[in-house]
């Protein structure tokens, strides 16, 4: 099983799921004690980072490590 490999080991899964809004949404500052994969499916996310300002179209993903703060709408 995939997950017995060692490149898991140390890895624990937090959370995740599939956000969806048709109205405008705003992602406030935070940073998180664990690491955050954004991948967009649809749509555009504009996110500020400690590296700049990003923008995600569908296909894109970014990868943010633990205690960065970012923000986004």
Same mark, same amino acid.
């Given at each position: 099983?995939?997950? $017995?490999? $060692?490149?898991?080991? #140390?890895?624990?899964? *937090? ?7 048709? *109205? ?6 935070? &940073? $998180? &004690?664990?690491? *955050? ?11 500020? &980072?400690?590296?700049g $300002?990003? !923008?995600?179209?569908? #296909? !894109? ?7 960065k703060?970012?923000? #986004?709408?």
């Amino acid at each position: 099983m995939i997950e $017995n490999h $060692n490149y898991f080991k #140390g890895l624990r899964f *937090e959370y995740g799921g599939r956000f969806s809004s048709r *109205e405008a949404w705003i992602h406030p500052q935070h &940073t $998180n &004690t664990t690491w *955050e994969i954004i991948f967009m499916i649809e749509g555009c996310a504009h996110l500020s &980072t400690v590296w700049g $300002n990003v !923008d995600l179209n569908p #296909g !894109d993903f970014l990868l943010l490590p633990p205690g960065k703060p970012h923000s #986004g709408y």
